[in-house]
C-alpha cells in the first residue's frame, strides 16, 4: 500500500469534486443541457481570466491553444518577438518557424526575467512587428514574467501581445484586460485542477482585427470558426464533455474560494517552500524574481539530481519534477500550484530531507519542515 503526492507543474492533484464530476453519466453536446454548461463555463473563464472578452475552450493539451494563437494571429513572413527564457519561451519560437513566421528572439538566461525595456527597444526599432509572445509562468525555471510592464508597453504600438499563462493562470495574478493581454493562453492541467486535455484562449478586438488579416493555415484551431460556434453556444467539433462539466465544477470551486485568496494561498505555498529551501541550505534558481506557482531549487553538489526525483517517486510516492533540457540533474522544481495546501507542503518537504539525508547531503534533520512550518503558522 502507498499514497501518492503530486506536486509537479502539470498535472496537478484533483480536488474529489473533481473526481466525481468526471465520473458522471455522458452527456450528447448540441443539447440545452450541454449549452447551460458552456455557458457557465465561459462566464467562469472570463473571472478567472479576468477579462470581458470571449474566452474558447479547446480540446487539446495547452501547446494546442499556442498553436491557434500564432496560427490566428499571424501570417507567412510576419514578424514576432519571443521571449526566450526556458523551455516554454521557445515553444513559441518553435511555433513560429512551423508557421514561416519570422521570430525576433529575445535570449534570456535561464533562470533570470526579461527586461521590459528589451521588448520596448525591438518594437521601435521594427514597427512592423505583429505581435510578442510571452510566458506568464516560465515553468522550466521557475520565472514569474512582469505581465503588466510588458503589457504597458505592447498597447503603444500596433503588436498584439500574447501570454502563455498555461501555468501561472489559477496560481498567479494576471489581468489580462487591465494589463493590456490581447491573447491569453491556459491549460486544464495546472493552476485549473483538472486532468489535461482542455485549452484555453482569450482574444481582444485588438487581437481579432489581426486574425481577420491572417493568413496562416489553420482548420481544427480556427477561431472564427470557434467565434461563430460560441455565438450559439455551441463549440465547432465534439468538446471533451466530461472535462468541461469537471471545469464548471472547478470553476465555481475558484469562484467561491475568490481569485484574491486563491493568489494569496499560492503565496504563502511558495514563501513556506522557499523558507523551507533555505534551511536545507539549498539555493534557488531563480531567485530574483521566483514564481509563486513552481519554485526551482539547485540541486547541491555531490548530489545526483535525477536520482533525488526518481527516489521520491519510486520508493516514497511524492512527485516532483526534475530539470528539463539543460537543466536536467541540475535542478528540482517543487511546485505548489493548483489544489495544494499546507500540508502537501509538509509532506513534500518531509519527502526531499528523507532522500537528502539518504544521499549523504548534510543538513539538520526536520530544519525543512521547521522552516516551513514557521511560515504556515504566522498566517
Ligand atoms: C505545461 C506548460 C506548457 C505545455 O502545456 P501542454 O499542456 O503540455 O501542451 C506550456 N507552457 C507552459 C508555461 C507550461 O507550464
Not at 27 to 54: C, M, S, W
Not at 59 to 67: I, L, Q
Not at 101 to 117: F, M, N, T
Not at 159 to 184: E, F, P, Q, R, T
Request: proline share 5%; with cysteine.
Amino acid at each position: 500500500m502507498r499514497k501518492n503526492y503530486l506536486l509537479t507543474p502539470g498535472p496537478t492533484p484533483l480536488p474529489p469534486e473533481v473526481c466525481q464530476a468526471l465520473g458522471k453519466p455522458i452527456i450528447h453536446h448540441r443539447t440545452p443541457q450541454f449549452q447551460a454548461i458552456l455557458k457557465e463555463a465561459g462566464e467562469g473563464l472570463k473571472y478567472v481570466f479576468q477579462t470581458q472578452n470571449d474566452v474558447f475552450i479547446l480540446t487539446s493539451s495547452g501547446t494546442g491553444a499556442m498553436e491557434a494563437a500564432v496560427a490566428n494571429l499571424l501570417s507567412p513572413q510576419d514578424t514576432a518577438i519571443t521571449v526566450e527564457g526556458g523551455k516554454f519561451g521557445e515553444r513559441w519560437t518553435e511555433l513560429c518557424k512551423a508557421y514561416g513566421v519570422g521570430a525576433e528572439v529575445i535570449k534570456v538566461e535561464w533562470g533570470k526575467v526579461v527586461d521590459p525595456s528589451e521588448i520596448e527597444k525591438r518594437l521601435q526599432a521594427n514597427p512592423g512587428i505583429k505581435a510578442v509572445f510571452t510566458t506568464l509562468c516560465e515553468t522550466s525555471t521557475g520565472v514569474a514574467t512582469d505581465i503588466e510592464a510588458i503589457g504597458k508597453i505592447v498597447a503603444k504600438y500596433k503588436a498584439v501581445l500574447v501570454v502563455d499563462a498555461i501555468s501561472g493562470l489559477g496560481a498567479i495574478d494576471l489581468k489580462a484586460d487591465a494589463w493590456g493581454v490581447d491573447v491569453c493562453v491556459s491549460g486544464s492541467q495546472k493552476g485549473f485542477m483538472l486532468p489535461p486535455g482542455l485549452a484555453f484562449i482569450s482574444v481582444s478586438k485588438k487581437a481579432w482585427d489581426l486574425v481577420s488579416a491572417s493568413k496562416n493555415p489553420r482548420y481544427y484551431f480556427d477561431l472564427t470558426t470557434a467565434r461563430k460556434a460560441l455565438q450559439k453556444t455551441d463549440t465547432p467539433f465534439t468538446p471533451a464533455i466530461s472535462l468541461v462539466i469537471a471545469l464548471v465544477e472547478v470553476l465555481r470551486m475558484m469562484k467561491q474560494e475568490g481569485l484574491e485568496n486563491i493568489f494569496k494561498r499560492h503565496s504563502l505555498m511558495a514563501s513556506a517552500t522557499k523558507s523551507a529551501m533555505k534551511a536545507l541550505g539549498l539555493e534557488l534558481f531563480a531567485p530574483s524574481a521566483p514564481s509563486e506557482a513552481v519554485t526551482a531549487v539547485n540541486v547541491p553538489a555531490g548530489i545526483d539530481g535525477e536520482k533525488l526525483v526518481k527516489t521520491m517517486r519510486d520508493v516514497y510516492g511524492v512527485t516532483i519534477a526534475g530539470g528539463q533540457s539543460e537543466l536536467k540533474g541540475k535542478v528540482f522544481r517543487f511546485a505548489h500550484m493548483g489544489f495544494i495546501e499546507e500540508f502537501d507542503i509538509i509532506a513534500g518537504i518531509s519527502c526531499l530531507e528523507k532522500v537528502l539525508k539518504e544521499m549523504g547531503y548534510a543538513f539538520e534533520l526536520g530544519a525543512g519542515v521547521k522552516a516551513a512550518e514557521e511560515v504556515f503558522s504566522k498566517k
